[in-house]
């Protein structure tokens, strides 16, 4: 094992690739910032620039935008209630009331001191746990799958702030729709009442934008003033930095969380950012303090989507199983390079894959450093006037949806859902539940399906599986256990 | 029970009605699709039907319990005057019409110059100087770093080829 790490140091001990590795993490930053413009997408639209780089080049520049990708998304996400990046998403519940406090330098120290050691222990645990997590993580099969999408749905409905009815409702809606476009088993077009644009499916980025972007801009206008609600800053970043090891449970709670589900292929870092978030609040001692900026409502989210991105590469790199977006997108740039992923590659290109795990681990510290250095003017912003700002944020947002695959549908789609989130958000509906539906929905139905399939139309077999039976008896624990609650007497009073 | 408490309500009972209704034509519509394909829509149709029955039960309980008043976390975007609700609301929609007829650059213009001035912005010069950078900016950003052509609309589309200004 030290040989190994010793030849990755070799490897990526370079000038030319530290440089590729500050383009990436810039970019990625740059990017994150940007509602709808995240990771995957610059990742994607720099695929081509790869093909004359080294590998080790290519893929280190890639995953360090992703790396970036993840550190910026999380500064919309404190500074303005946007999230640039959907896996940071939870980040804006706990991050956005703390800027509103004057506290913004406060909150994104508490992210980058989380997103630091998560992914150092993410790298950590995708190089010494390829191998056999990758095989267990095989033992999962449709039916498991299923009930994990339904768990993931559930957790977040139940954990939302507001009724649990009103969660699972928007939970359904985005699953609904998700069935939109060309059915994956059969072919057959549902929904689509002739329009082109609606065979592939509704977009996630505009449905994102509008439901998160446009919801909270309007909210912006109305109230008016500046996001910093005394027009100051106060504390330092230091300050956060530190105290995020002051809850260490939730940091190593939530990294475990994170990196468990980066394993699971489909799963992705914006479900692990929000089951950690729920996980957090259940487990808290002070789960009121939660949503009106509590420091472990940013560490929870922050630590399992930064541990997510690397774990989610032990099924891409060792079985070829992309776990989201961007290892779909890295084993593209494998590929492209004239390599196939899968064991084998271990064996016969071990300078590559530990120099990559290597320039992953120098990475995390570089986009921290980098964040670290950018943050005090990205902390302005809460003190700018939002008559000036709205406009600005207008602008770029729906420049998002639009720049995502260059489709002016994209534009309405997002306004469609901006307006119709603000009126449901006004009303204690979680969207939050809508977006993990929409983007949960093509796994729990694929997997649905594929589990009917391999069972011959048994619909037992969601319940005769031991694993699969379990993740559905915690659901409905889940779902219930509020009421019983309080029908005992043991607390927990209704949030409205 | 106040006039803003009744449109509350309205309001709520209306999103219900068309969550319900949503999810209603979820169901019936899949009645032409193969069984297969049809299965998985009908099992979540069927269950926002009830879930969103759950909801309007709820809320004709909280509505009977709090005597027709707004629930305390939910009543802060009420009190707002009409201008600025209609500046909040139609910002989105006008930008996204003269995007499409106006093309980017036009559209970002108007919305740098209009929203700030509806919302009782004074500052005219820093206003205009805003305006120009950022405008300036994206109109750079998008196509050379992103690789984003700005579209120019219907009406620039319509424009550039009757003035055959288009190259190629």
């Not at chain 1, 050691?117 to 997590?133: H, K, N, T």
């Not at chain 2, 009744?6 to 219900?16: D, N």
């Not at chain 2, 700030?116 to 998008?142: K, S």
Request: charged share 10%; aromatic share 10%.
């Amino acid at each position: 094992m030290l040989d190994h790490l010793i030849l990755g140091l070799t490897a990526v001990l370079h000038l030319k690739q530290f440089m590729f590795m500050i383009a990436g993490t810039v970019i990625g930053l740059w990017v994150g910032v940007l509602p709808g413009l995240g990771g995957p997408v610059a990742m994607a639209i720099l695929i081509p620039f790869t093909f004359s780089m080294d590998p080790l080049s290519a893929l280190l520049m890639l995953a360090s935008i992703s790396v970036g990708a993840a550190f910026g998304g999380s500064v919309t996400s404190i500074l303005l209630n946007i999230p640039g990046e959907a896996s940071s998403a939870a980040t804006a519940y706990d991050g956005y009331p703390m800027a509103q406090q004057g506290k913004a330098k406060v909150a994104m120290g508490l992210s980058a001191g989380a997103s630091l050691a998560a992914a150092i222990v993410g790298v950590m645990i995708l190089m010494f746990a390829s191998g056999p997590v990758a095989k267990a993580a095989l033992a999962f099969s449709p039916a498991e799958y299923f009930a994990l999408a339904i768990l993931g749905l559930t957790v977040v409905s139940v954990a939302a702030l507001g009724s649990t009815v009103k969660g699972l409702a928007m939970g359904a809606l985005g699953l609904a729709l998700s069935l939109i476009g060309i059915d994956s088993i059969l072919g057959a077009e549902r929904y689509t009442f002739g329009f082109v644009y609606l065979l592939d499916g509704i977009s996630f980025v505009p449905v994102m934008v509008g439901l998160f972007a446009i919801t909270e801009l309007i909210s912006m206008i109305l109230e008016g003033g500046t996001i910093a609600k005394a027009g100051k800053l106060e504390g330092s970043l230091w300050d956060g930095f530190r105290d995020t090891f002051r809850y260490p449970f939730t940091l190593i709670q939530s990294t475990a969380v994170g990196a468990f589900l980066g394993m699971i292929p489909g799963i992705g870092a914006t479900a692990a950012n929000f089951l950690a978030y729920s996980v957090a609040q259940r487990s808290s001692k002070h789960p009121e303090r939660f949503g009106k900026g509590a420091p472990e409502g940013i560490i929870a989210p922050e630590a399992s989507n930064n541990s997510c991105i690397p774990t989610s590469l032990i099924p891409a790199l060792t079985l070829g199983i992309p776990g989201g977006a961007t290892s779909a997108i890295l084993l593209v740039a494998v590929t492209l390079q004239g390599l196939r992923p899968g064991p084998m590659l271990f064996t016969s290109n071990p300078e590559l894959i530990w120099g990559f795990f290597m320039g992953l681990l120098i990475g995390a510290v570089m986009a921290t450093i980098l964040y670290l250095i950018m943050i005090p003017w990205f902390a302005l912003i809460t003190i700018v006037r939002i008559e000036l700002m709205a406009p600005m944020l207008l602008i770029v947002t729906l420049f998002g949806a639009y720049a995502n695959e260059r489709n002016m549908m994209d534009v309405f789609v997002a306004i469609f859902f901006g307006l119709f989130g603000y009126f449901l958000r006004r009303h204690g509906y979680p969207l939050i539940s809508l977006v993990i539906g929409l983007i949960l929905g093509k796994l729990a139905e694929g997997s649905f399906h594929q589990a009917l399939m391999i069972s011959d139309h048994d619909y037992a077999v969601f319940i005769l599986r031991p694993l699969s039976a379990g993740i559905f008896a915690l659901c409905l624990v889940l779902v219930l256990w509020p009421g019983v609650k309080r029908r005992l007497g043991l607390g927990g009073a209704e949030v409205t | 029970m106040s006039t803003d408490s009744r449109g509350y309500w309205r309001e709520e009972f209306s999103l219900i009605a068309l969550l319900l209704l949503f999810f209603i034509a979820i169901v019936a519509l899949s009645y032409h699709i193969p069984f297969d394909a049809r299965l998985f829509p009908l099992l979540i149709g069927s269950a926002g039907i009830l879930l969103t029955l759950g909801i309007s039960v709820e809320q004709v309980r909280r509505r009977g319990a709090r005597d027709g008043s707004i629930p305390r976390n939910e009543e802060h975007v009420v009190s707002v005057d009409w201008p600025r609700y209609a500046t909040a609301l139609l910002s989105a929609p006008i930008f996204g019409l003269l995007f499409w007829l106006f093309g980017f650059i036009i559209a970002s213009f108007a919305a740098m110059l209009l929203i700030p001035t509806l919302m009782g912005y004074a500052n005219r010069r820093r206003l205009l100087v805003t305006a120009v950078i950022t405008v300036a900016v994206l109109a750079v950003i998008a196509p050379y770093l992103l690789n984003v052509e700005l579209p120019q609309g219907v009406v620039g589309d319509w424009l550039i080829d009757k003035l055959a200004l288009r190259a190629g």
